[in-house]
């Protein structure tokens, strides 16, 4: 999987099966209603599975950090800015999209994001140009010194894998602490 570095590290990591992809696929959004009721069930998917780590004696609930991989990537200024439970993020190949209905626009969230974020990407990617990227971490809300941008050699998916992990899991420790 893209994510197994965070537990080979000494992580946990849940991977919630949101609503619409995987298994839970349907058909795709017919429009804005269904785009916006799409995007509040996947928020809940991620919300109730944080509900679920806080019941683990394993798990220290109070580091948690989010990672995501392009459409999570997309998707992340909505969970970031309403669930404080969240203390920071790694969001890899993702930017900011404007075709969505206000309600669930990205870029409206972002500023009310407050973690630390480290947004990784591909040089060269199509489905999020250099210039939405910057807008991106321009619009969050998180002091300028606690977000960083790092642009790898590759297309959406950086070339780079172990620059990106590396990168992740620098950023894990330096705002969560270091694995014991």
Same mark, same amino acid.
């Given at each position: 999987s893209r994510f197994?570095? #965070?537990? +080979?590290? &000494? +992580?946990?990591?849940i991977? !919630? /099966?949101y609503q619409g992809t995987y298994e839970r696929r349907g058909p795709p959004p017919s429009g804005d209603s269904d785009r916006r009721d799409w995007y509040v069930e996947m928020a809940k998917d991620l919300f +109730?599975? #944080? =509900?679920y780590l806080e019941t683990r004696t394993d /798990? =220290?609930?109070k580091r948690l950090g989010y990672y995501s991989l392009s459409m999570g990537a997309f998707f992340a200024p909505i969970p970031l800015a309403l669930d404080s439970r #969240?203390? @920071?993020? /790694?969001i890899a190949s993702g930017g900011l999209r404007f075709n969505w209905p206000p309600e669930i626009q990205p870029a409206n969230f972002a500023p009310e994001v407050r973690v630390p974020v480290l947004l990784i990407s591909g040089k060269n990617d199509f489905q999020a140009p250099p210039d939405v990227q910057a807008r991106l971490?321009?619009?969050? &809300? @998180? !002091?300028k010194e606690h977000k960083k941008w790092i642009a790898l050699d590759g297309g959406h998916v950086p070339n780079d894998y172990r620059g990106l992990v590396r990168e992740a899991l620098d950023w894990y420790d330096q705002y969560l602490g270091p694995v014991k």
């Amino acid at each position: 999987s893209r994510f197994d570095f #965070i537990m +080979r590290s &000494g +992580r946990a990591a849940i991977y !919630p /099966v949101y609503q619409g992809t995987y298994e839970r696929r349907g058909p795709p959004p017919s429009g804005d209603s269904d785009r916006r009721d799409w995007y509040v069930e996947m928020a809940k998917d991620l919300f +109730r599975a #944080i =509900d679920y780590l806080e019941t683990r004696t394993d /798990v =220290d609930s109070k580091r948690l950090g989010y990672y995501s991989l392009s459409m999570g990537a997309f998707f992340a200024p909505i969970p970031l800015a309403l669930d404080s439970r #969240i203390k @920071t993020a /790694v969001i890899a190949s993702g930017g900011l999209r404007f075709n969505w209905p206000p309600e669930i626009q990205p870029a409206n969230f972002a500023p009310e994001v407050r973690v630390p974020v480290l947004l990784i990407s591909g040089k060269n990617d199509f489905q999020a140009p250099p210039d939405v990227q910057a807008r991106l971490l321009e619009l969050l &809300g @998180t !002091p300028k010194e606690h977000k960083k941008w790092i642009a790898l050699d590759g297309g959406h998916v950086p070339n780079d894998y172990r620059g990106l992990v590396r990168e992740a899991l620098d950023w894990y420790d330096q705002y969560l602490g270091p694995v014991k």
